[in-house]
């Protein structure tokens, strides 16, 4: 018999207990906390995968056979994400993490999102380990710049606009990220694809609160992808308590002094005051 407690409020008391005996609490994200938001998730049923396989469009030499050969097939890509990140508005659990770090419960957060929702909610120390979509990057000299969410825009409905072409994508590429403000260089999406490194001053900042935290709680994500998925690990073996908040079991479930099975958004809603 599942000796799993189904009601919330039990496992909402054992976090509060957990929060308020920590000192150095870190929270860890992946797509399940914005799933409640309207963005899919990657891997699972209905996830992104499932309709696009990443071996195409997760990496940069697949994208690039994309382009050549199935331009449509691209922009159909770029246009769903864009459209669903474009919707999204934080959710509880957002909006809590965001709270609890102005009330000095957690430190900071480390997400694998893109999506910009832990900031849109509030939080001020937003590790992003796989970069964000609403900002460009200099591929000469690395200058970051967010973008207006006006020019996501436009690029959206460009993109929905007509059949796409080598040609007109190339454009739409070229005019999303302009020129480099420091170098004249140009400028790309700053989001990793398979197969390129993690930024090295959120992995370096990302590696050192899994060492020191005391409560490191795993939210939302199938920690499968690496190095990311290391994080829960050190901060296991670092003597952190580990809390998982996540429908469905994952490697780091057998690691969590805490497991809560619940969808992040329909848990947290019951801290959220706002
Ligand atoms: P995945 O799609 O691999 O996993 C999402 C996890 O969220 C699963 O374990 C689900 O059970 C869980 N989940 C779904 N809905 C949830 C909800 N409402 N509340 C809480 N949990 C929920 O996403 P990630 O682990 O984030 O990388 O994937 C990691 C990386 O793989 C991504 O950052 C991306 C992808 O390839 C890059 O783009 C480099």
């Known amino acids: 018999m599942d000796s799993t ?13 957990l929060l308020q005996s920590s000192s150095r ?19 699972g049923k209905g996830g992104l995968w499932d309709r696009y396989p990443p071996s195409l469009y997760a990496n940069p030499a697949g994208l690039m ?20 990140l474009l919707r999204a508005k934080p959710n509880p659990c957002h909006r809590v993490i965001a ?24 939080s001020v120390n937003v590790y992003e380990l796989h970069g964000n979509a609403f900002r460009v990057r200099c591929v000469r000299c690395g200058d970051r710049e967010k973008l207006a969410r006006e020019r996501l825009l436009e690029t ?8 796409q072409s080598r040609r007109s994508l190339l454009r739409l590429f070229f005019d999303f990220g302009g020129s480099c403000r ?13 197969g390129e490194g993690l930024p090295q001053e959120e992995w370096d900042r990302a590696l050192r609160l899994a060492t020191e ?11 499968l992808v690496y190095p990311a998925a290391l994080l829960p690990r050190i901060a296991a073996e670092s003597d952190a308590r580990i809390v998982e908040i996540n429908p469905e079991p994952t490697p780091v479930s057998s690691l ?7 969808p992040a958004g329909k848990f947290f809603s019951l801290f959220d005051v706002s």
């Open 182 to 194: 420091a170098c004249g260089g140009r400028r790309r999406p700053d989001v990793v694809l398979f």
């Open 5 to 17: 407690p189904r009601d919330p409020a039990f496992y909402v008391e054992r976090l509060k207990g």
């Open 65 to 84: 056979l994309l382009f050549l050969v199935r331009p449509s097939w691209m922009a159909a890509f770029f246009s769903d994400i864009l459209d669903s």
């Open 256 to 262: 969590a002094a805490l497991r809560i099975p619940f």
């Open 213 to 223: 935290a005391d409560l490191f709680m795993v939210i939302g994500t199938s920690s």
């Open 156 to 163: 959206a409905k460009k993109l929905n606009e007509a059949p």
């Open 99 to 122: 709270q609890w770090e102005e009330e000095g419960f957690i430190k900071a957060v480390i997400t694998q999102n893109v999506d910009d929702l832990h900031s849109t909610a509030g």
């Open 25 to 43: 609490a870190v929270a860890f994200t992946g797509a399940g906390v914005s799933e409640e938001s309207g963005i899919p998730t990657f891997r």
